[in-house]
């Protein structure tokens, strides 16, 4: 790892893979892990309806909600709204999926590591229409 300043227009924005999306998701990478660092962090925007497949992560994610109005949700519990300046921890192999609202985008940085095994996220299949469009759960 080497001091540097990566400047933004050396990264193009991604389009994320519809192997493990639903709908149009435009990345942004802002650190790919380098050794003896396994952070991996992204800014990810999800536009209306678009969201993760059902996913977990080895060692955890951290989200932090940069615009906009999200949806989030961990296995078995109530979809969430995600608003600005709102973070969310998701444990070791949580199953779970987020994304944009259905009339609102959301951008996010996405926080994770790589295991000491080099594990990092395993996708699992879409998330329904049906499962996306359950009634959140309010902000408190
Ligand atoms: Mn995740």
């Known amino acids: 790892m080497r ?3 990566v400047r933004a227009a050396a990264r193009p924005t991604k389009q994320a893979p ?3 999306f639903t709908g149009t998701v ?3 990478e ?3 892990p380098e050794a003896p660092s396994r952070l991996r962090a992204s800014k990810v925007t999800f536009t209306p309806g678009a969201r993760t497949n059902w996913h977990t992560h080895a060692v955890g994610q951290v989200l932090h909600v940069l615009a906009g109005v999200g949806r989030y ?5 109530p ?3 995600l608003l600005p300046g709102d973070t969310v921890v998701i444990p070791p192999k949580a199953r779970h999926w987020h994304g944009g609202g259905p009339d609102s985008m959301m951008t996010h940085l996405a926080l994770s590591e790589t295991s000491e095994t080099g594990e990092a996220t395993t996708w699992l299949e879409p998330v329904s229409d049906a499962d996306y469009r359950k009634a959140p759960t309010r902000p408190d």
Do not use: H
């Open 79 to 81: 979809v969430q709204v």
């Open 3 to 5: 001091s540097r300043i």
């Open 18 to 20: 519809a192997t493990n």
């Open 30 to 32: 802002v650190f790919a």
């Open 73 to 77: 949700q961990l296995e078995g519990e």
């Open 26 to 28: 435009f990345q942004d």
